[in-house]
């Protein structure tokens, strides 16, 4: 969707509200309170709509990531196709930027858009995974055990989906049972020597150590490459508290990279379930 065209279609809060109401309550057929014909106008000077027969209330933005925000709907829809259009995400201090709230208030309003960009998918056939670390010091001890680094475990399917989660260690006991959630039996998953893979066949999955040839994680190294490069270049730094949230929002924007549905709509979408 062009800038264009999102004006076109939310020039105004109204408008933003009357969207979210019809998505939201569009399809009953029935007041769910008189159970007559479900005839709802809206409620001058108020966000919320009204039954034209009992008088029962419905506020579309209650139990959103927009309730209780003073902030114009339109601002919200606006964040939305950032993020939407965004290749490496949108940081606190763009949007502070570019609605001109402070940065409180930006900050927060990032955090619930990204949580229209959670969820999970199944992967199946030939699945690369590997792990990798993120942040910790510049300087000091380097690589596995360096103070202050997060453990990051990755699964992609050739050519396709991509799952990454932030775990504590990268212990058999950790990652085995995440292939076992995310990932189909009788898979077959590349993934180097790293000895808590040995474990893999067991688990009914056909397990192949990368030989610098035709078995390999190119994929998947990749795919870190990318993601540490945006979040280096979006945000500089992300704490560990809130690293999942962003490791959702690159893979929400991978799996969907493709899909005919444009990516706004996506997001809009799920916002009964954020």
Known sequence: MKITEFNKQFPTDDKCLDHLFNSRFGHMKECPSCKNSFKYYRVKNRKSYECNNCGNQIYPMAGTIFESSTTSLKDWYYVIYLFSVSKNGVSGKEIQRQLGVTYKCAWRIGHQVRKLMSGDTKLEG??????????GKSHGKRGWGAHGKVCLFGMIERNGNVCVKAVPNRKQETIIPIIENHVTKDSTINSDKYSSYKALP???????????????????????????????????WVSPQHLQTCLNEFQFRHNNRKSSVPMFSLMLGKINEA
């Open 126 to 135: 030939l699945v690369e995974v590997d792990e990798s670390l993120y942040g």
């Open 202 to 236: 067991k688990s009914g999955y056909t397990h192949m150590v990368k030989n610098g040839k035709d078995i390999h994680i190119n994929s998947m190294e990749g795919y870190w490459g990318n993601f540490k490069k945006a979040v280096l270049g979006t945000h500089s």
